[in-house]
C-alpha cells in the first residue's frame, strides 16, 4: 500500500506577491490515510490547501498528485483528477437548495447515473440533511452546513479530501459529531488531509501530523508521538492548562 | 497629535517642500504654456481634477456608485448659464451665481440620494443611471413650449466673469481661476478624507453593517456624501460652462461619465492624490494620441487595460516610498514550538495577573429583556426569551449552532428589530433603535465572523468608533474650526489609549498597519478595541476566541475578565470554548431553538440534562 504517495508536496515554497508565505514544504499522504496539518495563525495552513489546489502558485518545489504533477496547473483539472475541498467557513451556496449544493459539487462529472445514487449514500451519510433536501443552505445550522460542504466535496469522488477548520464555531457537541464523521468518510476509503487548530481532537483521530509554524514545518510524527510530545503540549495542547 | 518622525512617510516629512514645488508650478504654468491650445488644455486640466474629486467622495470614499453624477456637473452649468446670460435676461454677478448653481446641484443630489439612499450598489447604479437619462433627455426637449434649456444649441454667450474688478477673459485668467478652485476643491477633500466624515465614509465602503454597528449613521451619511458630490460637480459645472462661454446637452452625456470614472478608479479609489494624478493623465494622453486619429480610442482603452492589470489599486496605490511598507516577521529559526506568530510579543505578566480587582458584580440591572421574539418568516430564531444583565457582571450564552445566540446580539444590537417583546438598557427602551443609536446609547459589540475595515490603518479602524462620540460637521472640517481640532486630539487619545491594552500587538509600527494584514488573532483584538473606543459600557463578544489557539484563548480569557476587573465593563459573550465560559462567567445563559433551556453559574448549566443533551454531549467534560 505504501508504494507511492496519493500526494506529495516536494520542497514546495509559495509566495504572496513578494511575501514567501510556505518554506520548503515536504508532505506525504499515502492511500487511505487521515493526516493532520497543525498550527498557529498565519502559519500557512490555509495557504498549503491552496498550493494543493492550484489557487497559490508554486514558486519552487513540486505537487503531486497520484504520480502526476499539479502544480501550476488550473485548479478545475486539479479538482477534476481527484482533489476535493470543505473550505473554511464552510462556503456553501447560500440559495441553492441542499441537492443543488450536492449536485454542484458533482459539477465536473459526466456519470449522472452514478451521481444520483452517490447522492443518496450521502444522504445515509447525513440523513440530518434529507429533512433540508430542497431548503436553501442558509437556513441550515452550522452543523448541517459543514455536513453539506462534507458532502458537496466528496461528490466529485476524490482522491483526497482537503478540509480546512472543520471544528470552527462549531458546539461542542457537534465538534465531537463532526471528528467522528471525518473518520467515518475515512473508513470508506478516502484520504484526508485536515487542518485544524483543534489539536487535540485532531490527533485523536489521525494517523500521522504535520506542525507548520512560519510558513515551515517543524515537527511531523505519529498522531500519538505528537500527543505525546512536551513542546507540543506546551504550544498547541495547552496541557493542563484549563 | 505629535508623532516620532519615524511614523511619517516620506511625503509627510517634506510636505512643505512639495507644498511650495507645487505652488510655484501652478504660479508660473499658465506663463509659459506654448500657445492657447495648450492653455485651454490646462485649463480643462484644472476641471476634470475638481470633477473627478467630486466623484471621488462619492464613490471613492463612501462607495456608491452614482451613475448620475455628471447630471449634477449639468446640473451646475445649466444653472450658471440662465442666471448669468441673456437667455431669460438675468445677469447675477459671479460670486453669486458660483455659490447658488453648485447649491442647486447639491439640493437636487439630495432629493435624488433621499429616494434612492436605501437601494444597495448595482440597483443605485440603475436607478440614478436613470435619472442623468432623464436630465438629458429634458435638456434636449425643454425648449418648447418655453425655451428653458435651449434644446440641442444649448445656451450660449454667457456673461463674462468680473470678479473684484477684473474681467475674466483671457485664457491665462481662466486658468488662474480653475486652478485656484481646484486648490480649494483639494484641500475640502483631503481635509474631509483625514476628519470623522471622511472615515464614517469609508468605513461604509468596506462594511456598511458593520460601520452602522459602530455608531455610524450609515443612511444619513451616505446621503451627505451624495450631497458633497453634487456640490463639486455643480461648482465645477459653474466654472465649465463660463470657461466654454456656453453648455450643451453633449457636454454631460455618458462618455463623460465614462472617463470621470476611469480617471477615479485609475487614480485609486478614495486616494486623493491619486485621483488628482489620474484625471491629469487622462486629461493630456489623449492630445498625444490625437495624431493615430482612428487608432486613439483604442490605444487609450489598451493603456487603461494595461495600467488596471498591473496596478488594480490605482497608479498611487503603494509605491514604496509613499506608504510605511508591510511587514510579516520572518521565518523563525529559534527551534522553539510556538503556537502564534505574534513572535515579537512578550506579554508583561504583571499587568494582567496581578492587577488587583477594582470592579466585580454589582446588582443594579442594567439590561433587561423580556419576552423578546424573532420570527423570520415562520423560524422562531428566537422565541420569548428574557433575561438581566447587572452591572458589571460578565454572562456567556452558549447553545448549540442555530440556536439564535447570534441573533439575539443582532436584536440587542439593533440590526434588526425584535417582532415582539422589549429590551431596555440603563433604563431607555433600545428595542427598535438603530444600531448607530444602540452604539451611542452606549452597547458596541464584536462581529463573530470578524467585520473589520480591511483596507483601513489599525488606527483608523479603532477611530471609526469614536464617530458617535464626535460632532464636528462638514463646515468645521474644511476649515479646520476649533470644534473639529478638538476632538480629532481627543480621539487620536481615547483611541492610542484603547489600543494600547493590547500592547505592541496593536500598537507601534501597527498603528499604521492596514487591519488586512494583521493576524486572525490581532484582527479578533482590533474588533474588540473597536468597540471599547465607542465608550459603551455593555459589550457584547460574539465568539471572542473562535480561530484562537489554546495559548491565545487563554490570553483573550484573561483580558475579557481584565475588562470588567480593571475598568469596569458589563460584558456579554457568545463562546463555545468550555473552558473560557467556565473561568470568566458570573452567571452562564443555554439556549437551544431560540429558548432559554438553563440560567445560573457555569456548574448548574453544565450539569442541567437539558444542556448536555442540546450542546454538551454525552461527555458532560470536554477534552480539555
Not at chain 2, 490570553?555 to 463562546?575: A, C, N, P, S
Request: glycine letters at 10%.
Amino acid at each position: 500500500m505504501k508504494n507511492q504517495p496519493i500526494l506529495q508536496l516536494k520542497n514546495v515554497d509559495t509566495f504572496y506577491g513578494a511575501i514567501q508565505v510556505l518554506y520548503d514544504i515536504n508532505v506525504e499522504i499515502y492511500d487511505g490515510e487521515l493526516i493532520c496539518l497543525l498550527g498557529g495563525n498565519a502559519s500557512g495552513k490555509s495557504t498549503t490547501l491552496k498550493t494543493i489546489l492550484g489557487v497559490c502558485r508554486v514558486k519552487k518545489g513540486s505537487v503531486t498528485l497520484a504520480g502526476e504533477r499539479i502544480d501550476g496547473k488550473p485548479t478545475q483539472y486539479i479538482v477534476s483528477k481527484g482533489v476535493a475541498i470543505v473550505p473554511e467557513n464552510r462556503r456553501i451556496f447560500p440559495r441553492l437548495t441542499v441537492l443543488e449544493n450536492m449536485e454542484m459539487g458533482a459539477y465536473l462529472r459526466t456519470d449522472s447515473d452514478r451521481v444520483k445514487s452517490d447522492i443518496e449514500k450521502m444522504l445515509e451519510l447525513f440523513p440530518q440533511l434529507r429533512e433540508r433536501l430542497h431548503k436553501p443552505g442558509v437556513y441550515l445550522s452550522g452543523g448541517e452546513q459543514q455536513m453539506l460542504a462534507m458532502a458537496r466535496a466528496l461528490l466529485s469522488n476524490p482522491k483526497i479530501l482537503l478540509m480546512d477548520e472543520p471544528s470552527m464555531g462549531l458546539a461542542p457537541v457537534l465538534v465531537d459529531r463532526q471528528f467522528h464523521l471525518i473518520q467515518e468518510v475515512n473508513k470508506r476509503g478516502t484520504a484526508i488531509f485536515v487542518v485544524e487548530q483543534n489539536a487535540n481532537m485532531a490527533l485523536s483521530i489521525a494517523n500521522r501530523g504535520y506542525v507548520l509554524q512560519t510558513g515551515s514545518i517543524v515537527l511531523t510524527d505519529t498522531a500519538q508521538n505528537l500527543l505525546d510530545n512536551p513542546m507540543m503540549k506546551k504550544a498547541y495542547l495547552g496541557g493542563g492548562a484549563s | 497629535m505629535q508623532r516620532d518622525a519615524s511614523e511619517m512617510s516620506w511625503v509627510e516629512k517634506n510636505r512643505l517642500i512639495l507644498y511650495a514645488a507645487a505652488g510655484t508650478v501652478l504660479l508660473f504654468a499658465p506663463l509659459v504654456m506654448p500657445n492657447n491650445y495648450w492653455l485651454r488644455i490646462y485649463g480643462t486640466t484644472g476641471l476634470w481634477i475638481m470633477l473627478a474629486l467630486g466623484l471621488n467622495v462619492v464613490a471613492g470614499f463612501a462607495g456608491l456608485l452614482d451613475m448620475a453624477y455628471v447630471a449634477f456637473f449639468g446640473i451646475g452649468a445649466y444653472v450658471f448659464a440662465l442666471l448669468s446670460s441673456g437667455h431669460f435676461n438675468i445677469h447675477l454677478p459671479f460670486l453669486l451665481t458660483l455659490p447658488l448653481s453648485a447649491l442647486a446641484a447639491m439640493g437636487i443630489g439630495f432629493a435624488l440620494g433621499s429616494t434612492s439612499m436605501r437601494l444597495k450598489g448595482d440597483y443605485l447604479a440603475i436607478v440614478t443611471l436613470a435619472f442623468a437619462q432623464i436630465f438629458r433627455l429634458l435638456l434636449l426637449n425643454l425648449d418648447r413650449p418655453i425655451n428653458i434649456t435651449g434644446g440641442v444649441n444649448g445656451i450660449y454667450n454667457l456673461d463674462p466673469i468680473r470678479l473684484f474688478g477684473f474681467t475674466i477673459v483671457s485664457p491665462v485668467a481662466y486658468s488662474y481661476l480653475i486652478w485656484i478652485a481646484a486648490i480649494l476643491v483639494v484641500i475640502g477633500c483631503s481635509r474631509l478624507k483625514k476628519s470623522r466624515y471622511g472615515r464614517g465614509w469609508e468605513a461604509i465602503r468596506e462594511d456598511e453593517l458593520a460601520a452602522e454597528a459602530m455608531g455610524v449613521n450609515t443612511t444619513w451619511m451616505k446621503l451627505k456624501a451624495f450631497a458633497v458630490g453634487a456640490l463639486i460637480a455643480g461648482w465645477t459645472g459653474a466654472i465649465f460652462a463660463s470657461f466654454q462661454d456656453s453648455v450643451f446637452p453633449n457636454n454631460f452625456d455618458f462618455p463623460q461619465l465614462v472617463i470621470v470614472y476611469c480617471m477615479v478608479i485609475l487614480g485609486g479609489l478614495g486616494n486623493v492624490p491619486g485621483v488628482i494624478l489620474g484625471a491629469v493623465f487622462l486629461s493630456i494622453l489623449p492630445e498625444f494620441l490625437r495624431e493615430y486619429g482612428a487608432y486613439r480610442m483604442m490605444t487609450y482603452g489598451l493603456i487603461l487595460i494595461v495600467l488596471m492589470a498591473l496596478r488594480p489599486q490605482g497608479i498611487m496605490g503603494s509605491f514604496g516610498f509613499l506608504s510605511k511598507a508591510k511587514k510579516r516577521p520572518d521565518k523563525d529559526e529559534t527551534g522553539v514550538l510556538r503556537a502564534s506568530t505574534d513572535l515579537y510579543y512578550q506579554e508583561k505578566e504583571g499587568d494582567r495577573t496581578s492587577g488587583r480587582k477594582a470592579f466585580s458584580k454589582g446588582d443594579r440591572v442594567v439590561l433587561d429583556i423580556r419576552g423578546v421574539t424573532m420570527n423570520f418568516g415562520g423560524i422562531m430564531a428566537v422565541n420569548t426569551l428574557g433575561f438581566q444583565v447587572r452591572e458589571r457582571e460578565i454572562l456567556s450564552i452558549i447553545g448549540p449552532n442555530g440556536a439564535g445566540k447570534t441573533t439575539l446580539f443582532n436584536l440587542i444590537s439593533g440590526i434588526y428589530p425584535p417582532s415582539a417583546g422589549s429590551i431596555v438598557y440603563e433604563g431607555r427602551r433600545i428595542s427598535g433603535l438603530k444600531p448607530h443609536q444602540v452604539v451611542k446609547a452606549g452597547v458596541a459589540r464584536t462581529f463573530q465572523n470578524l467585520r473589520l475595515f480591511s483596507s483601513l490603518s489599525v488606527l483608523d479602524n479603532a477611530k471609526v468608533g469614536r464617530f458617535c462620540r464626535t460632532k464636528a460637521g462638514p463646515l468645521s472640517i474644511v476649515f479646520h474650526l476649533p470644534l473639529h481640532n478638538r476632538e480629532e486630539q481627543e480621539t487620536d487619545r481615547a483611541v492610542k489609549e484603547v489600543l494600547s491594552l493590547f500592547g505592541a500587538r496593536l500598537t507601534g509600527y501597527r498603528l499604521g498597519q492596514q487591519a488586512m494584514f494583521l493576524s486572525y488573532a490581532n484582527r479578533r483584538r482590533l474588533e474588540i478595541a473597536r468597540a471599547l473606543s465607542t465608550n459603551a459600557k455593555l459589550l457584547m463578544l460574539d465568539e471572542p476566541s473562535a480561530g484562537m489557539n489554546p495559548q491565545e484563548t487563554e490570553e483573550m480569557t484573561r483580558f475579557i475578565k481584565h475588562l470588567r476587573d480593571q475598568y469596569g465593563y458589563t460584558i456579554i459573550v457568545i463562546e463555545h470554548k468550555l473552558n473560557v465560559v467556565r473561568n470568566i462567567s458570573d452567571k452562564v445563559l443555554a439556549l437551544d431553538y431560540g429558548r432559554k433551556i438553563a440560567e445560573g453559574t457555569y456548574d448548574e448549566v453544565a450539569n442541567d440534562k437539558e444542556v448536555i443533551e442540546a450542546y454538551l454531549g454525552r461527555k458532560r467534560q470536554p477534552l480539555r
